[in-house]
């Protein structure tokens, strides 16, 4: 089992629908979670951060973590092409280093 | 938002010979940066985690003599691509850790051809 976990996708959308990105990860002592977006040939860009549990909103970003269940997910309002890209999923202790998921590719359509 | 530069951007050299790449935290400082490989259409391979003053944390498989990293200050970490081989091409990614919420920042990557 990977600590990590995301569907590889691809994931399709059509324009303006809600797009989710799960990611269930496998060390209970995890406590900093975060979402990056990589489009194709370039490298990631951090889009959110979550430390605790509940939902973080940014934008038309959403972030939710539960730790009981070792899961966490993003949710992309109002999707439009440019948020085609693959988003990965990365977990980290405190001061440990991140450990990032195989990525799901999500590929929103006009 | 946090700001992390690498270069160069992209290097061809020859067979044999040695590329240096720099990865500079801009605006905060940063006592731990990652180097990452990435082959098209790959996954993120972590190849070493560099701390600012102490040697560097190689993962499994990953050749220290080959890959040389100095983390010489807060701000900046220099990975060292020695005798470079066409099977080392690649894009190679650092990124920088900020020390209070632990956010890593990446910076534009570094496409290594070798030829």
């Known amino acids: 089992q990977k600590e990590v976990e995301q569907n590889s996708g691809p994931l399709s959308v059509p324009e303006g629908a809600i797009a989710s990105l799960n990611c269930t990860y496998s060390?209970?002592?995890?406590?900093?979670f975060f979402w990056y977006r990589q489009y194709s040939g370039k490298s990631p860009e951090l889009i959110m951060s979550?430390?605790?549990?509940g939902d973080k909103e940014d934008g038309r970003f959403t972030a939710q973590l539960n730790k009981a269940s070792q899961y966490v997910s993003l949710l992309i309002r109002d999707s439009q092409p440019s948020d085609s890209a693959t988003y990965l999923c990365?977990?980290?202790?405190?001061?440990?280093?991140?450990?990032f998921g195989d990525g799901t590719t999500l590929t929103v359509k006009p | 938002g946090a700001v992390v530069s690498q270069h160069p951007s992209w290097v061809i050299c020859k067979s044999g010979t040695s590329v240096k790449i720099e990865c500079r935290s801009l605006?905060?400082?940063?006592?731990?940066m990652f180097w990452y490989r990435q082959f098209p259409k790959q996954s993120l391979m972590l190849m070493a985690t560099?701390?600012?003053?102490?040697?560097?944390?190689?993962e499994q498989g990953v050749e220290k003599d080959k890959f040389l990293i100095n983390h010489a200050s807060l701000t900046l970490s220099t990975l060292t691509v020695t005798s470079a081989h066409p099977e080392d091409s690649s894009f190679y990614i650092c990124?920088?850790?900020?020390?209070?919420?632990?956010?890593?920042?990446f910076g534009p990557g570094t496409r290594l051809t070798v030829t």
């Open positions: 605006d905060f400082q940063a006592t731990t």
């Open positions: 979550i430390y605790s549990n």
């Open positions: 060390d209970r002592v995890s406590q900093s």
């Open positions: 560099s701390n600012e003053g102490s040697k560097a944390t190689y």
């Open positions: 990365a977990v980290s202790t405190n001061a440990g280093k991140s450990t």
């Open positions: 990124s920088a850790r900020e020390d209070i919420l632990y956010e890593q920042y």
